[in-house]
C-alpha cells in the first residue's frame, strides 16, 4: 500500500485537493445561487476566481512541491496557472450555458459535471506544463 501511495502521491494529493477546490467553487456558487439569487454566469466567474486562489496554493506547495528562488520565477508561475485555468474557465462558462441555457438542466447539478471535466483537464496543464519539475535551474 505505501509503494501506491508514494507512486500516485501527486494524483492522490491533486485529487485530494481538487476536492477541496471543487468544494469552494460548488459552495460559492450556490451560496450567490441560492441564497443571492445572482445570475448563473456571474456566479459561475465568481466561483471560478475562489477555487483558482485556493488551487494555485495548494497545487504549488502539497501536490507538485513547486519551490522557486526568484519572484520573476514566481510570477512567470502564478501567470503561466491562471492563463490555463482561464483556458478551462472558458470550458465551464461553455458546459454550464450549453448545460443550463441550451438543455434547461439543473445548475447545481451541471456545476458537478462541468467541476468533473475541468478538474482533470487542470491536471493535464498542471503536471505536465505549470508545475513540470524542468532540472535544477530555477530562474
Known amino acids: 500500500m505505501k509503494a501506491f501511495i508514494e507512486k500516485y502521491k501527486s494524483i492522490i494529493l491533486y485529487l485530494v485537493f481538487g476536492a477541496l477546490t471543487t468544494a469552494v467553487n460548488i459552495g460559492v456558487f450556490t451560496f450567490l445561487d441560492l441564497y443571492m439569487h445572482w445570475n448563473y454566469q456571474v456566479g459561475t466567474a ?7 486562489l485556493v488551487a ?3 497545487n ?4 507538485f512541491s513547486s519551490n522557486y528562488s526568484t519572484w520573476r520565477a514566481f510570477w512567470r508561475e502564478l501567470g ?3 492563463f490555463f485555468r482561464l483556458l478551462t474557465y472558458f470550458m465551464e462558462v461553455v458546459i454550464m450555458w450549453v448545460g443550463v441555457s441550451l438543455l434547461r438542466e ?5 456545476k458537478l459535471v462541468d467541476n468533473i471535466v475541468v478538474v482533470i483537464v487542470n491536471y493535464v496543464f ?4 505549470i508545475f513540470r519539475k524542468q532540472g535544477t535551474k530555477k530562474d
Open 46 to 52: 465568481i466561483a471560478w476566481i475562489a477555487s483558482v
Open 126 to 129: 498542471s503536471k505536465w506544463i
Open 56 to 58: 494555485f496554493f495548494t
Open 106 to 110: 439543473n445548475a447545481i447539478l451541471m
Open 80 to 82: 503561466s496557472f491562471f
Open 60 to 63: 504549488k506547495v502539497w501536490v
